[in-house]
């Protein structure tokens, strides 16, 4: 796999992969799954300069955070599937 750097507040999110069973065990077809909300943090970029004074990142590498249903771009990085987005769009770090 080759590897990503992003820039300023973005960070690179590897999401958690669909669910493929209800609770009650029953197959959910691929039309029907929800976009995950919920993934792993793959790298984050330096922080953004406000004012004159930069803010570093809240999130690091290896974090899984939630964030918004439509939230970040999608990318193909070799054969992967990630998200590119901005710090403010993760809603929360999950412990």
Known sequence: ????QPLGDRVVVRP???E???ASGLYIPDAAKEKPQRGKVVSVGPGRVENGNKIDMTV???DVVLYGKYAGTEINVGEEDLLIMRESDILGIVD
């Not at 796999?1 to 990503?4: A, G, N």
């Open 16 to 18: 958690e992969p669909a």
């Open 20 to 22: 493929e069973k209800t």
């Open 1 to 4: 796999m080759s590897s990503i």
């Open 60 to 62: 690091k590498p290896n």
